[in-house]
T-cell receptor
Framework: KAGVTQTPRYLIKTRGQQVTLSCSPI?????VSWYQQTPGQGLQFLFE???????NKGNFPGRFSGRQFSNSRSEMNVSTLELGDSALYLC?????????????FGPGTRLTVL | DAKTTQPNSMESNEEEPVHLPCNHS???????IHWYRQLPSQGPEYVIH???SNVNNRMASLAIAEDRKSSTLILHRATLRDAAVYYC?????????????FGTGTRLTIIP
């Protein structure tokens, strides 16, 4: 079974630009969660989608948004990029039917904002 | 979210057992204890989880205190590949709550 894939793996943008990151979950998984990892703040939850609906949202500004498609693939978008948005963005998928499920993480997209 | 407290770092010799502690004194009756680890340059990976009883799987064992205010992840025979940051996380027994709240974790160094 293929794991969680994220594209692109690396990205360099400048302040003020916007960026879209993509995540393909494991086949059959309906829940996709996004996390931001920085050296200063560690791993922080951004949001979670299940069957195209956002179910949970972390404490991030509205510049961070996401969506999920009918095939469970998900995208997250960051508008008006700031230097502080430089981070590793991780996507995780799970079947989403039970709170005991483990989450499977992708390798992440490393975003650098100049 | 109920919080967890872990030591910042630990060291262990290769091929010896490792006991990684986690304190969660404010745990509620519906919180599951999950452990994830993050190897260098990779996303986190699931290790084990439990509620009240001790649990074993192919990767590790989880020992949960009787009052559930603390737990210990046990790696029975550490290898160099086990060098990672280990996160102890509490997950509420809520359907639809896939959110993982990561703390700072314990950075485990394995000495050859």
């Amino acid at each position: 079974k293929a794991g969680v894939t994220q594209t692109p793996r690396y990205l360099i943008k400048t302040r003020g630009q916007q960026v879209t990151l993509s995540c393909s979950p494991i086949s059959g998984h309906r829940s996709v969660s996004w996390y931001q990892q920085t050296p200063g703040q560690g791993l922080q939850f951004l949001f979670e989608y299940f069957s195209e609906t956002q179910r949970n949202k972390g404490n991030f500004p509205g510049r961070f948004s996401g969506r999920q498609f009918s095939n469970s693939r998900s995208e997250m978008n960051v508008s008006t990029l700031e230097l502080g948005d430089s981070a590793l963005y991780l996507c995780a998928s799970s079947p989403g039917q039970s709170p005991y499920n483990e989450q499977f993480f992708g390798p992440g997209t490393r975003l650098t904002v100049l | 979210d109920a919080k967890t407290t872990q030591p910042n770092s630990m060291e262990s010799n290769e091929e010896e057992p490792v006991h990684l502690p986690c304190n969660h004194s404010t745990i509620s009756g519906t919180d599951y204890i999950h452990w994830y680890r993050q190897l260098p340059s990779q996303g986190p990976e699931y290790v084990i989880h439990g509620l009240t009883s001790n649990v074993n799987n192919r990767m590790a064992s989880l020992a949960i205190a009787e009052d559930r205010k603390s737990s210990t992840l046990i790696l029975h025979r550490a290898t160099l590949r086990d060098a990672a940051v280990y996160y102890c996380i509490l997950r509420d027994l809520d359907f639809g709550n896939e959110k993982l709240t990561f703390g700072t974790g314990t950075r485990l160094t394995i000495i050859p």
